[in-house]
């Protein structure tokens, strides 16, 4: 089982920046696929990114290709979301996710990011 914690949301003008942290308690960090999904006020989860256990693989949702990078350090039992470009519509609560391919057993509580038009 894994504890996931996520940080670094907040309020930023469109066209700034965030990074995002994801960090995970327990030593099995290394053994679990993660991901980042959205939730925006009355719309349905979105995927935005994925990465694999061993940080080789990524995978982006099409709203956010080119402009968001996910990154894992297993050492630090921690991923990363970094965004760039944000536009208003990026706002929304984020939250990481853990578990095997598609299937994420193990989530955390969120945090919000917010861009400003």
């Known amino acids: 089982q894994v504890q996931l914690v996520e940080s670094g949301g907040g309020l930023v003008q469109t066209g700034g920046s965030l990074r995002l942290s994801c960090a995970a308690s327990?030593?099995?960090?290394?053994?679990?696929?993660m991901a980042w999904f959205r939730q925006a006020p009355g719309k349905e989860r979105e995927f935005v990114a994925a990465?694999?256990?061993?940080?080789?693989?990524?995978y982006y949702g099409d709203s956010v290709k080119g402009r968001f990078t996910i990154s894992r350090d297993n050492g630090k039992n921690t991923m990363y979301l970094q965004m760039n470009s944000l536009k208003p519509e990026d706002t929304a609560v984020y939250y990481c996710?853990?578990?095997?391919?598609?299937?994420?057993?193990?989530w955390g509580q969120g945090t919000q990011v917010t861009v400003s038009s």
């Open positions: 327990g030593r099995t960090f290394s053994s679990y696929d």
């Open positions: 990465i694999n256990r061993r940080g080789v693989s990524t």
């Open positions: 996710a853990a578990g095997a391919g598609d299937n994420y057993d193990f």
